[in-house]
């Protein structure tokens, strides 16, 4: 199957980058042939910057780098126009966001108003500049970090961008095997400078395409819209889920069933997604928060909550 001949490559790159995360670089594939932006959040110092940069060696696709900053401007994100006296013409000249993936690095660092400038480049794929609009190449991609927000200096994204994000990532600690063997290979040598890439922006495509292909049944899309009506009716949720994603647990979901070799999906495929793709994206109450929920574990209880469907793809 040569989907799965193009994912084991690419894991295994990265893998010789992010020593011993090789789930959570599974997750990340999931985003990219679900064709979604991804936000990666964890404390400082966990690879997640540098996991990013082993993606991008990975797959032959343009990558660019925004590192921001609380002075950081919109145009310094999608570009400006400037006037060309010879020509008495404006100029648009593009900025680091017209790359196939785009590194947004520490994005919780820069001001809600420039972080909104990724709202219509993450949705649409384009950027509007005056009268004018600019398309993006494809596959187009925005893989964001950031720092949990008890630490200093961080702003909160607004929820209509993180609803934009098809699902949030942690890394996480490595184990004592894992970080014993991080400290022997990083001691000479830089694994990210001696990798090469093993995929092409057709294979990209490919998997996009395929994971399109993926069935879903009509009791699996409702189990999914019976998630999404549970999250909206809970007490302990000031926020419940969007129809974006409802839509997001379904790609991911059928990304999830595409990596395992199957071209349909099961409810188990939604169910063990379902906190990825959804918690960056709900809101507790007070009541939740004095109980000692947390987002994950909110979702977790929910789903146990919501019958699980039979599915026959034999009709």
């Known amino acids: 199957m040569r989907e799965s001949e193009i994912i084991k490559n690419i894991v295994d790159n990265m893998e010789k980058v992010i020593i011993g995360k090789r789930e959570q670089i599974y997750d990340i594939i999931k985003g990219i042939i679900s064709n979604g932006h991804i936000l990666i959040e964890d404390v400082p110092g966990v690879g997640k ?3 990013v940069k082993a993606l991008a060696k990975s797959i032959n696709l343009s990558y660019s780098r925004i590192q921001f900053t609380p002075d950081l401007l919109p145009s310094d994100i999608t570009g400006i126009s400037v006037y060309n006296q010879k020509d008495m013409t404006f ?21 809600p108003k420039t ?12 950027v509007s500049e005056g009268n004018n609009t600019y398309k993006l190449e494809e596959p187009f991609f925005v893989l964001a970090t950031q720092n949990p927000i008890e630490y200093e200096g961080t702003f909160s994204l607004p ?4 609803d934009r994000f098809i699902m949030m990532v942690s890394l996480g600690h490595p184990s004592s095997e894992s970080e014993a063997e991080i400290l022997d290979v ?3 040598r830089n694994p990210l400078n001696e990798i090469s890439s093993v995929a ?3 294979d990209i495509l490919f998997l996009q395409q395929s994971v399109r292909k993926v069935k879903v049944s009509g009791s699996v899309n409702r189990y999914i819209v019976d998630i999404a009506n549970t999250t909206r009716k809970s007490g302990y949720l000031n926020l419940g889920i ?3 994603a409802a839509l997001a647990l379904q790609r991911v979901s059928q990304a999830a069933a595409l990596i395992n070799g199957r071209n349909f999906v099961l409810p188990e495929d939604v169910r063990n997604n379902a906190v990825l793709v959804l918690s960056h994206r709900i809101a507790l109450t007070s009541l939740a928060r004095a109980n000692s929920y947390n987002k994950e574990g909110m979702i977790k ?11 026959d793809y034999n009709d």
């Open 49 to 51: 910057t540098t996991l």
């Open 301 to 311: 209880d929910l789903i146990k909550n919501v019958p699980v469907p039979k599915v």
């Open 186 to 188: 990083y001691r000479e």
């Open 200 to 202: 092409s922006i057709e």
């Open 91 to 111: 100029d648009f000249k593009k900025g680091p966001i017209f790359s196939n993936i785009v590194l947004a690095d520490e994005i919780n660092r820069t001001s």
């Open 159 to 162: 929820e209509a961008q993180l």
């Open 115 to 126: 972080q909104s400038a990724l709202l219509e480049v993450m949705e649409e794929h384009q």
């Open 242 to 244: 969007s129809t974006r």
